[in-house]
């Protein structure tokens, strides 16, 4: 390949004017007090700097031994990374239960703090709601931008039946699922003969009913003020440090002494196995007739019509199995954060749990799980450049769409021997 | 021999075009009839009338089902499936990102135990059905030569397998009735004697009833039992190969008046 300095340049242009758009309102204006002060210089150093570097790169590039060198480094880390991803398949029947074990041992451990371990806790939320939206998106094929209202059935459903009946976490969980699999199928209906973006919108603005509804009915929710949700509690055993009337708190029942991390902890497990549970069954409802009857729907309809399939409700058993796991992801949701208001129910949640299941690889497990940590982890290790949070993820967004299309880990088919049914399982595993 | 299906003045219009104008046809139960005609003739509409895609404006499709008359043109298409009657696309609609396999699971849908809890538990009736489905599908895979692409992506196939995937699919569903819509489109001659040679033995082998939309001459003489002959949406003769063949009505209508024998010579041998 020649050297080809015009085009180096070109790019280069491209790539410092993009920098300089970005980089003068973000580096550029400093808000100091009450004073904007500019720091313009800041800004032309940075370009600079951005313009010589893509230059270097594409000339380094263009030369041969760059060019080898790149794609080097390329191949070896998409081997790699298939290698890695290879062998944790094959023996993911003693990583898993392995990986499991170190997730209930670690709030255990001394240096387990309550911030990490809701952290922690949020994360499996997120992987619970990431495994709901992927039987909609993933497998069904269905855009749906307004997962978060099912989330929010599930938070208020648990706050507002404790408040109004004195429900307990443990009875508000199956209740509240149910809700949140009747608003599914109550959003299904009416976009049944919808698809791609028709679809899109219109569940886009159910969302925002659900968190409009939420903010205006103030009677009953109280509006923008939130309500406040009851901790769980262990048969009846509760973790504050004096029980309500009658009650006998966790800490006096066992002896020990009282740790506001007890708190922490139980939530955290409840919503480990829960995740572990949605997880276990997306795995089986992947290989389930109604798992491949969705992803058929998504392939082609009019050929699932002709196969025998009803669309109607294969569709709608999408809606409502996802959305139930929502309803549950919001019951702990509520339960961890101990009181919830409608601002956590916005549009950028269903677009962070949508991101998870895109960037993850639709209809991957062990794709999305990644996806989930690095998303809710990330921002967390990177507290000091809140501002610039939108940012670092559109742009792990756009390189991971770049890089792997798919997702970062695309889905392997299960492969079937003739004559041996069973051995099909062995690889199917989690990907 | 029993009738499986009777077509009875069945019309359809869409707007101002009338796409099928009083068609009426039977069909003996384990044959082969062939639909033939120049494009835009009705064949696909009429195709897409059985298979309840479309509704007919006028007229009735009895399907003869277990002693009963059943009328077709009053169900949707799901149901229709689930009576056995079953088709292919002139544009191939396979489940492109689910191997050649899956694709025959998911045919099999309405048969297998797909109840949720007991799938997600994996109790052995499920177990059982699924190992039934997955028996079907090597069953139907191998009859049309795709064993060796089982699990290959349907989208990755070659062409000319997609096409049998496309009939192995249909015939998963274990249906009475089939429906092809120019399974041979495309297909190369030796492709095109491969595909015949399955069609045929799917009506000696299994009895099948076979409706099928065909452009290769040579495909329609050789193995069907009826030719039905459409031109602008109207039924202009019926009959054996032989006897369509020599129809003045049907020469017309493929290659204008004059030159009869140069005529008879194409649609023969072609």
Same mark, same amino acid.
């Given at each position: 390949?020649? =050297?080809?300095?015009?085009?180096?340049?070109?790019?280069?242009?491209?790539? %410092?004017?993009?920098?300089?758009?970005?980089?003068?309102?973000?580096? +550029?204006?400093?808000?100091?007090?009450?004073?904007?002060?500019? &720091?313009? &210089?800041?800004?032309?150093?940075?370009?600079?700097?951005?313009?010589? *570097?893509?230059?270097?790169?594409?000339? *380094?590039?263009?030369?041969?031994?760059?060019?080898?060198?790149?794609?080097?480094?390329?191949?070896?880390?998409?081997?790699?990374?298939? !290698?890695?991803?290879?062998?944790?398949?094959?023996?993911?029947?003693?990583?898993?239960?392995?990986?499991?074990?170190?997730? =209930?041992?670690?709030?255990?451990?001394?240096?387990?703090?309550?911030?990490?371990?809701?952290?922690?806790? $949020?994360?499996?939320?997120?992987?619970?709601?990431?495994?709901?939206?992927?039987?909609?998106?993933?497998?069904?094929?269905?855009?749906?931008?307004?997962?978060? !209202?099912?989330?929010? =059935?599930?938070?208020?459903?648990?706050?507002?039946?404790?408040?109004?009946?004195? $429900?307990?976490?443990?009875?508000?969980?199956?209740?509240?699922?149910?809700?949140?699999?009747?608003?599914?199928?109550?959003?299904?209906?009416?976009?049944?003969?919808?698809?791609?973006?028709?679809?899109?919108?219109?569940?886009?603005?159910?969302?925002?009913?659900?968190?409009?509804?939420?903010?205006?009915?103030?009677?009953?929710?109280?509006?923008?003020?939130?309500?406040?949700?009851?901790?769980?509690?262990?048969?009846?055993?509760?973790?504050?440090?004096?029980?309500?009337?009658?009650?006998?708190?966790?800490?006096?029942?066992?002896?020990?002494?009282?740790?506001?991390?007890?708190?922490?902890?139980?939530?955290?497990?409840?919503?480990?196995?829960?995740?572990?549970?949605?997880?276990?069954?997306?795995?089986?409802?992947?290989?389930?007739?109604? +798992?491949?009857?969705?992803?058929?729907?998504?392939?082609?309809?009019? !050929?699932?019509?002709?196969?025998?399939?009803?669309?109607?409700?294969?569709?709608?058993?999408?809606?409502?199995?996802?959305?139930?796991? *929502?309803? =549950?992801?919001?019951? $702990?949701? +509520?339960?961890?954060?101990?009181?919830?208001?409608?601002?956590?129910?916005?549009?950028?949640?269903?677009?962070?749990?949508?991101?998870?299941?895109?960037?993850?690889?639709?209809?991957?497990?062990?794709?999305?799980?990644?996806?989930?940590?690095?998303?809710?982890?990330?921002?967390?290790?990177?507290?000091?450049?809140?501002?610039?949070?939108?940012?670092?993820?559109?742009?792990?967004?756009?390189?991971?769409?770049?890089?792997?299309?798919?997702?970062?880990?695309?889905?392997?088919?299960?492969?079937?021997?003739?004559?041996?049914?069973?051995?099909?399982?062995?690889? %199917? !595993?989690?990907? | 021999?029993?009738?499986?299906?009777?077509?009875?003045?069945?019309?359809?219009?869409?707007?101002?075009?009338?796409?099928?104008?009083?068609?009426?046809?039977?069909? #003996?139960?384990?044959?082969?009839?062939?639909?033939?005609?120049?494009?835009?003739?009705?064949?696909?509409?009429?195709?897409?009338?059985?298979?309840? @895609?479309?509704?007919?404006?006028?007229?009735?499709?009895?399907?003869?089902? #277990?002693?009963?008359?059943?009328?077709?043109?009053?169900?949707?298409?799901?149901?229709?499936?689930?009576?056995?009657?079953?088709?292919?696309?002139?544009?191939?609609?396979? @489940?492109?990102?689910?191997?050649?396999?899956?694709?025959?699971?998911?045919?099999?849908?309405?048969?297998?135990?797909?109840?949720?809890?007991?799938?997600?538990?994996?109790?052995?009736?499920?177990?059982?059905?699924?190992?039934?489905?997955?028996?079907?599908?090597?069953?139907?895979?191998?009859?049309?030569?795709?064993?060796?692409?089982?699990?290959?992506?349907?989208?990755?196939?070659?062409?000319?397998?997609?096409?049998?995937?496309?009939?192995?699919?249909?015939?998963?569903?274990?249906?009475?009735?089939?429906?092809?819509? #120019?399974?041979?489109?495309?297909?190369?001659?030796?492709?095109?004697?491969?595909?015949?040679?399955?069609?045929?033995?799917?009506?000696?082998?299994?009895?099948?009833?076979?409706?099928?939309?065909?452009?290769?001459?040579?495909?329609?003489?050789?193995?069907?039992?009826?030719?039905?002959?459409?031109?602008?949406?109207?039924?202009?003769?019926?009959?054996?190969?032989?006897?369509?063949?020599?129809?003045?009505?049907?020469?017309?209508?493929?290659?204008?008046?004059?030159?009869?024998?140069?005529?008879?010579?194409?649609?023969?041998?072609?």
């Amino acid at each position: 390949m020649s =050297v080809q300095i015009t085009n180096a340049l070109k790019e280069s242009v491209i790539v %410092a004017f993009v920098a300089a758009v970005l980089l003068v309102p973000i580096v +550029g204006f400093v808000l100091d007090d009450r004073s904007l002060q500019y &720091e313009l &210089e800041t800004v032309a150093i940075m370009v600079a700097v951005v313009f010589f *570097g893509r230059f270097a790169i594409t000339l *380094g590039l263009q030369a041969r031994l760059g060019d080898r060198l790149g794609n080097q480094a390329a191949l070896s880390l998409g081997r790699g990374w298939e !290698a890695l991803t290879t062998s944790g398949q094959r023996h993911i029947l003693i990583i898993a239960p392995l990986f499991i074990a170190v997730l =209930v041992v670690i709030p255990f451990m001394p240096w387990a703090s309550n911030y990490l371990i809701q952290i922690m806790s $949020l994360t499996l939320i997120y992987v619970m709601l990431a495994m709901g939206l992927n039987i909609v998106v993933g497998l069904a094929g269905l855009l749906d931008l307004g997962y978060v !209202a099912f989330y929010a =059935v599930g938070a208020y459903g648990y706050a507002l039946l404790a408040q109004y009946l004195g $429900l307990t976490f443990w009875w508000a969980i199956p209740i509240t699922a149910g809700l949140a699999a009747l608003a599914g199928c109550v959003l299904g209906f009416p976009v049944l003969r919808m698809h791609g973006d028709y679809l899109a919108i219109v569940t886009l603005g159910f969302g925002e009913i659900i968190r409009i509804l939420l903010v205006n009915m103030i009677d009953i929710t109280g509006g923008p003020n939130g309500i406040s949700v009851p901790r769980p509690s262990l048969f009846g055993l509760e973790f504050g440090r004096s029980a309500k009337q009658g009650g006998v708190p966790f800490h006096e029942y066992f002896g020990v002494n009282y740790d506001s991390s007890y708190r922490y902890i139980y939530i955290y497990l409840v919503a480990l196995a829960f995740a572990v549970i949605a997880i276990l069954i997306f795995k089986r409802l992947r290989e389930m007739p109604i +798992g491949r009857a969705w992803e058929a729907l998504r392939e082609d309809e009019i !050929a699932c019509k002709a196969l025998g399939i009803n669309h109607t409700t294969t569709k709608l058993s999408a809606f409502t199995l996802g959305a139930s796991f *929502g309803g =549950v992801g919001g019951v $702990l949701y +509520g339960a961890m954060e101990g009181f919830i208001n409608p601002s956590s129910f916005v549009f950028l949640e269903s677009a962070i749990i949508l991101s998870i299941v895109v960037l993850g690889g639709m209809g991957s497990i062990l794709g999305v799980i990644i996806a989930a940590v690095a998303i809710t982890l990330l921002p967390e290790l990177f507290r000091e450049f809140q501002q610039f949070r939108m940012l670092f993820f559109g742009m792990a967004m756009v390189f991971i769409m770049i890089w792997r299309p798919g997702g970062l880990l695309k889905v392997r088919r299960r492969t079937f021997a003739e004559g041996v049914p069973d051995a099909s399982q062995a690889p %199917a !595993a989690v990907d | 021999m029993t009738t499986i299906i009777t077509a009875d003045n069945v019309s359809i219009r869409f707007g101002g075009l009338l796409a099928l104008s009083e068609i009426s046809f039977e069909m #003996e139960e384990g044959s082969i009839t062939a639909i033939i005609g120049p494009n835009g003739a009705g064949k696909t509409t009429l195709f897409n009338c059985i298979t309840g @895609f479309y509704r007919p404006t006028s007229g009735r499709i009895v399907y003869h089902h #277990e002693a009963r008359n059943i009328e077709l043109n009053q169900l949707p298409t799901y149901r229709i499936a689930r009576l056995g009657v079953s088709r292919t696309y002139q544009n191939i609609r396979l @489940f492109s990102d689910m191997t050649a396999l899956e694709n025959l699971l998911v045919a099999q849908h309405t048969k297998v135990n797909h109840h949720l809890l007991s799938g997600i538990f994996k109790t052995p009736a499920f177990r059982r059905s699924e190992n039934e489905a997955q028996e079907q599908a090597w069953y139907w895979l191998n009859f049309m030569g795709l064993g060796e692409v089982a699990n290959q992506e349907a989208g990755n196939l070659p062409y000319g397998l997609q096409r049998r995937l496309e009939v192995a699919r249909a015939m998963a569903t274990q249906p009475r009735l089939v429906c092809l819509d #120019e399974p041979a489109a495309g297909l190369n001659q030796q492709e095109t004697e491969g595909l015949n040679e399955m069609i045929l033995r799917l009506k000696k082998e299994h009895r099948m009833s076979i409706l099928l939309i065909e452009h290769h001459m040579g495909v329609v003489m050789n193995i069907s039992d009826q030719v039905v002959v459409l031109d602008h949406g109207e039924v202009i003769s019926r009959g054996t190969p032989t006897e369509v063949q020599k129809d003045p009505a049907v020469i017309k209508a493929y290659l204008g008046e004059e030159d009869d024998e140069v005529v008879m010579e194409q649609t023969g041998t072609q």
